[in-house]
């Protein structure tokens, strides 16, 4: 069996262990890096970038060489090729427990409880709920399903069409390094700048693909295009901005705006401001449903995309 048809059948059935369990609830590898490189960063933490560059290197480096070690493990047997491939495609994406939390707040906040959406919205991101009423909640859900439908989904599966198993490892510890260190606070300013600016350099084509797959399968392929172009320069973040400002034109909403952040408070341009109407509660589902579709389109993209390249090859 050639290793693009391994990566096909493993690809597949890692997404669909994805759609059908979830994540699991202990011991998850995501959480098993996270607690590695807390420890590494407890070592080397110095208010400096190259020592920042350094934790980077050491933990996102290091998850690349296990993937490519199992790998190489299991090259002989195809069966062990497609299960370690599964396994990885499975532990990487993200896909069911980002659709199941925005549900979840859905649900809430169609019941009425703003005070429970609220208490749940941490577990999505990272905004600031306690001033945010039900729209804001929906806005906010709505923003992390379009920026994590390419973070938790697109961007692993591309990276797992060009490196395999490294790959799709590689992409999730550089992203989970950023969500770690990569933000602007005091402590990570300087020691978090390499985790996100390699964050921004992996996650470049797995936007862009999110942003062409949700104009494709979204109810305005038009205004999600005219969105795109007018208004995703706009964004203060080079890969979430032509994905949220896809999703806003493809559901015709208006993403962006004014939000909050650990306290303190950002005015970020708005993304189809001109066509979208405000969010409401049942857009959260319609985004939900958006990104499951994108998510399997993205499969059949990059599946797709690894066997012509090796045709061309051969």
Request: net charge positive; hydrophobic share 50%.
């Amino acid at each position: 069996m050639g290793a693009e048809r391994v990566h096909a059948y493993g690809a597949a059935a890692g997404l669909l262990g994805d759609l059908l369990l979830g994540d699991p609830r202990r011991g998850h590898p995501v959480a098993v890096f996270g607690r590695a490189a807390g420890a590494v960063e407890r070592l080397l933490w110095r208010d400096h970038r190259g020592w920042g560059a350094l934790h980077t290197v050491v933990c996102a480096g290091g998850a690349v060489a296990l993937g490519a070690v199992a790998s190489r493990g299991a090259r002989r047997s195809p069966a062990a090729s497609v299960a370690l491939t599964a396994a990885a495609t499975w532990a990487v994406v993200g896909g069911s427990s980002l659709v199941r939390e925005a549900r979840a707040i859905g649900r809430a906040l169609e019941a009425g409880d703003v005070e429970a959406a609220r208490a749940r919205l941490p577990h999505l991101c990272g905004r600031d709920p306690d001033a945010l009423d039900a729209d804001g909640i929906a806005r906010a859900v709505v923003e992390s399903v379009a920026e994590n439908t390419s973070d938790a989904v697109v961007g692993a599966l591309v990276w797992g069409a060009v490196g395999g198993v490294p790959g799709l490892v590689g992409f999730r510890a550089v992203n989970t390094l950023d969500a770690m260190v990569g933000h602007r606070s005091p402590r990570y300013l300087r020691f978090g700048w390499a985790a996100a600016r390699l964050d921004d350099l992996a996650g470049w084509p797995g936007a862009r693909l999110t942003a062409v797959l949700a104009a494709a399968a979204g109810d305005d392929p038009r205004g999600a295009l005219r969105a795109w172009s007018a208004d995703a320069r706009s964004h203060p973040s080079p890969n979430a901005g032509p994905v949220e400002a896809s999703f806003a034109g493809a559901l015709g909403v208006r993403l962006g705006g004014t939000l909050a952040y650990g306290g303190r408070v950002e005015h970020r341009p708005v993304l189809n401001g001109a066509a979208g109407r405000a969010v409401a509660v049942h857009d959260i589902e319609r985004a939900a449903r958006l990104s499951r579709r994108v998510g399997l389109l993205a499969l059949g993209v990059t599946v797709a995309a690894r066997l012509v390249a090796k045709g061309r090859q051969s």
